[in-house]
């Protein structure tokens, strides 16, 4: 059984078939880039490339959309082991770096990064990789993210900046894209060592792009840095912000249990009202271990 299609499909018969998922249920909006539009179901993923015309579909209940759904004979639509990419997923190699965590009051700053090829890009796509943000299931995160690890061929580096530490840093530095620029050379520092023949590195674009230069400069690695808006759109991005936020997630959890205290995310009124919660539980001097310190939320505490 194939977890994968790929189908030619006109613009009449996608725009048919987009109205009829947009009345199941059992299928919910999601978001990819290059897509006219994209569903995702219990297990199975579906997205209509435009430009090619092509509709892919991924997931273990792939043969049954095909079969129950478009009412096709998989058989005559694709192989037995479909690799049949987007259009524009880069499967040369590189790295790909993102981070989470950056405007959320409580939490770490957590940057990973992810090595891929023409030998693990498809498996990537085919688990469903994209940005992180489109995927607002905590469980799915971490289930992607686990998966993520055990592809052949993928190499991943996660650093999780404690709250703690991140507030020495943020004193230090006094910048967050500073901040940001050291976490990123040095995940990128670390894919280097575990894979040196790696020609370039992708990241979402900085406000200033000399200053992931400037960081990456300075550790001397050999490595040629890219800088796009909405880099999450690489597969390589996407996978490294699947694994910074499953990390993310996993340290929220941890610590919100062990605390006895929520911690939203955000910094909107309620994340103040849930620091200030956290500081008549277990006092001020605490809240370095776990909230980033310069946040206007903290000014407005008791």
């Not at 500073?178 to 590195?201: F, N």
């Amino acid at each position: 059984m194939a977890n994968q299609y790929s189908i030619q499909l006109t613009k009449v018969e996608a725009a048919a078939l987009q109205k009829k998922l947009s009345a199941r249920p059992d299928f919910g909006i999601s978001a990819r880039d290059y897509t006219d539009f994209c569903f995702e179901g219990e297990s199975v993923n579906v997205a209509y490339y435009p430009k090619k015309g092509s509709l892919l579909i991924q997931g273990r209940g792939a043969e049954d959309f095909v079969k129950n759904i478009l009412q096709l004979d998989p058989a005559e639509k694709a192989p037995a082991k479909s690799t049949t990419l987007p259009a524009l997923v880069d499967t040369t190699p590189h790295f790909g770096v993102d981070e989470s965590g950056k405007g959320d009051y409580f939490g770490p700053l957590v940057v990973a990064g992810v090595y891929t090829d023409e030998r693990c890009a498809a498996e990537l796509v085919r688990l469903g990789c994209r940005d992180s943000k489109t995927i607002p299931d905590d469980t799915r995160i971490l289930s992607i993210a686990a998966r993520i690890k055990k592809t052949a061929g993928v190499v991943s580096e996660v650093i999780c900046i404690g709250p703690r530490r991140y507030n020495e840093l943020y004193a230090e530095m006094g910048n967050l894209n500073r901040l940001l620029a050291w976490g990123h050379a040095r995940v990128i520092a670390a894919l280097h060592e575990k894979v040196p023949s790696c020609p370039r590195a992708l990241s979402d674009q900085f406000a200033n792009e000399w200053v992931l230069k400037r960081a990456l400069g300075q550790r001397h690695i050999p490595v040629q840095l890219e800088q796009r808006t909405k880099a999450e759109s690489d597969v390589a991005v996407a996978a490294a912000s699947i694994l910074a936020r499953a990390r993310f997630v996993q340290w929220m959890q941890q610590t919100a249990q062990a605390s006895g205290c929520p911690m939203p995310l955000g910094c909107a009124p309620h994340v103040t009202r849930a620091a200030q919660h956290f500081v008549d539980t277990h006092g001020k001097e605490r809240l370095q271990d776990v909230a980033k310190l310069h946040f206007k939320v903290t000014q407005k505490l008791k």
